[in-house]
């Protein structure tokens, strides 16, 4: 739980929640770049498709900042288990 003087599980947590805040601006970003194409606003509802791929892009890394906490690396992938028995 605390390693290196790290509440490795609060620290999961507050990635976490910035997560969450990002999924929700992310979703309304999608919203007004909706709103901006129905508008005929094409170089606003350009911008606005960017910054909500961006905000995905920054939720990726999230994932992958939480798997490396919880000890899993990105190329440790290869399906293959072991388990101690």
Known sequence: M??????????????????DALSMSQQW????????DHGK???A?????????????ARGKLDAAINALEGVSASDDDGVEVELV
């Open 2 to 19: 605390c390693e290196s003087g790290i509440n490795i599980g609060q620290l999961k947590l507050s990635v976490g929640q910035v997560d």
């Open 29 to 36: 970003l999608e919203q007004l770049h909706h709103l901006a």
């Open 41 to 43: 606003k094409t170089e």
């Open 45 to 57: 509802s350009a911008e606005l498709a960017q910054a909500t791929v961006l905000l995905g892009e």
